[in-house]
């Protein structure tokens, strides 16, 4: 079951403005002009933020022994001070993927100096209700497993080679 190109564009678009939203919200600047159809997903963003303490966005990542780059959405301290990484989302259902997401997630933070003790990733609804949050265990092993899969058998073309994104 192959998802038509313009459900898949629409979804890219809602997880980018949504992104752009929540993280003016994050970084204090408000709440800048939007339309209604995502107004579900930034009250659920809301009723999940309560006040959470965010640090600064740390930019993209990069490890070249594996070649690998990633930029989370953010970091917070929970209220024993302890740093959990987050990644926001959108879909209607938890990705396969998320868990090897944020396991590379977690690694590149690590490489970085962020001591992360927690991996979630919030999935945000439309409706409006208070965000999912799916807490993964770190597993890199698995994620490595995949990447290495990735290059031997999908991976055939020399413009490719450089870093894979793990969005």
């Known amino acids: 079951n192959k998802v038509p190109e313009y459900r898949l564009k629409k979804a890219q678009e809602r997880g980018t403005i949504v992104d752009i939203i929540t993280q ?15 107004a579900g997903y930034i009250e659920s963003f809301n009723k999940w933020n309560d006040n959470k303490t965010f640090l600064e966005r740390p ?39 998320w868990v090897l997401q944020s396991s590379a997630y977690s690694y590149l933070c690590k490489q ?19 965000a999912k949050v799916y807490s993964y265990e770190e597993d890199f092993d698995s994620f490595l497993e995949c990447l290495k899969n990735y290059k031997i058998y999908f991976n055939n073309k020399k413009e490719d080679e450089q870093y894979l994104d793990y969005l």
């Open 24 to 38: 003016a919200i994050m970084d204090g600047i408000g709440i800048p002009p939007f339309e209604e159809e995502y």
């Open 59 to 97: 930019g993209r990542f990069f490890c070249d022994r594996y070649g690998i780059t990633g930029e989370i959405d953010r970091i917070y301290k929970d209220k024993n001070d302890d740093l959990v990484l987050f990644d926001i989302k959108t879909p209607a259902k938890e990705g396969k993927t």
């Open 112 to 130: 970085n100096g962020y001591n992360i003790v927690r991996r979630e990733f919030i999935q945000l609804l439309k409706n409006g209700d208070v």
